[in-house]
């Protein structure tokens, strides 16, 4: 069976782009491991793939498609026509779409008209894991953009499946009747994968404290800003010897470099935005995390556990995949910057082989459950039961 990733308009995700790296490594993996049980295409524009082989990603053209964005009047027709095309002359059985925005609509809502013959299935892969917090909550900051992006999807398109990486939009989707069509099935993932090749523990370990992640309000950066600075003025014998390092970007940024700035780190801390960050993860020994809603598939924290990181992070969404509580790491309690410092403590003064052992639990996380090949039996599962 012929099936296809379509996705347009990805930019310069140097710094970022976690959603946009899985599913080119998702396309490599799956033509080269020899674990999978279909043909799987990449329709792609131009930019697109310039973007992400600049992050070595796509290193071979084979089974990447073309697509061209048009910008005159005649654009939804045109790359309609397109689609169609590859469709017919690659013989797709299905559409997944890695990454939705509202201006797939118009063409997603053509291709559900084709005739049955030839229509392929339609899916969405659903990233955001903000949704269920915010569709049903008008004082949610991302309540209007959320809905004027996903409510037309929902209650407009026939599509035939939702991959999800979250259990909570599969509960809120069934529990608010979210689809005016329904879906023949909706599934969130159990297990999940990184390109993770690059990153293999250096030992002995450093003792460096990583957090990565775009700057942005979800992932609040300023809480390990502010942890670092409480460190530093009341807990300065604990941390001697101890190298804090953020690496990120995003609107954040100027107030984050702001804030080490006026809390004086730059002796203990340092800001870095880097694309390849197995130079610092194979080497570090603590991985934070501070984001809201979920942790399960965030890219950095899974190249940090293969990287032999012990973990810190917020008990929020199904953190619990990735980290189980003195095992690998703990998580944060309270949930609170406060937390978070009592955290770090409790890591750094620990025996350094306790720490290690944690780090190694870690790599064993990746190495048995979230790895290339339980991914593909689920996505093949899915794919199958359309």
């Given amino acids: 069976m012929n099936i296809a990733l379509y996705q347009y308009g990805i930019g310069n995700i140097e710094g970022g782009g976690g959603a946009e790296r899985f599913f080119a490594d998702l396309f490599h993996e799956y033509n080269s491991s020899g674990l999978s049980k279909n043909n799987l295409y990449f329709i792609l524009d131009n930019s697109s793939v310039s973007n992400l082989k600049k992050i070595g990603k796509l290193k071979s053209n084979r089974n990447i498609l073309r697509f061209r964005i048009y910008s005159n009047r005649y654009k939804q027709f045109l790359e309609t026509m397109q689609l169609i095309w590859s469709i017919l002359r690659y013989r797709i059985k299905v559409i997944h779409v890695p990454q939705y925005n509202r201006t797939y609509l118009p063409i997603l809502k053509n291709i559900s008209f084709l005739p049955q013959s030839i229509r392929p299935k339609i ?34 398109l026939k599509a035939d499946g939702y991959f999800s990486w979250y259990e909570k939009f599969v509960e809120y989707a069934t529990m608010n009747r ?38 942005e309000e979800q992932k609040h950066p300023e809480w390990f800003i ?35 700035q006026h809390y004086k780190l730059d002796d203990v801390l340092s800001m870095k935005i880097e694309g390849d960050l197995s130079k610092y993860f194979n080497h570090s020994r603590i991985f934070v995390s501070c984001q809201d809603y979920e942790n399960f598939t965030s ?37 609170s910057i406060e937390g978070l410092v009592n955290s770090i403590l409790k890591l750094i003064t620990m025996e350094s082989i306790q720490l290690d052992k944690m780090g190694q639990k870690s790599v064993e996380f990746m190495k048995n459950t979230h790895n290339v090949a339980n991914f593909i039996k689920q996505i093949d599962s899915f794919w199958e039961s359309l």
């Fill in 123 to 156: 899916v969405i892969q659903i990233v955001n894991c903000i949704i269920p917090y915010a569709l049903n909550n008008p004082g949610h900051p991302d309540h209007k953009a959320l809905s004027e992006i996903y409510l037309p999807l929902f209650k407009e």
């Fill in 178 to 215: 979210l689809f005016k069509y329904v879906p023949r099935k909706i599934y969130a993932v159990q297990s999940i994968f990184a390109d993770t090749k690059k990153f293999i523990p250096q030992f002995p370990k450093k003792n460096i404290i990583v957090f990565a992640s775009r700057l």
């Fill in 226 to 260: 502010e942890a670092v600075n409480i460190l530093k003025t009341s807990h300065l014998s604990e941390i001697k010897g101890w190298q804090f390092m953020l690496f990120g970007d995003g609107s954040l940024k100027p107030k984050i470099s702001e804030l080490v």
């Fill in 299 to 335: 890219l950095s924290l899974m190249e940090a556990m293969a990287a032999g990181n012990a973990i810190i992070a917020r008990e929020v969404g199904q953190t619990y995949f990735v980290l189980q509580n003195n095992v690998n790491g703990i998580f944060i309690k309270p949930d």
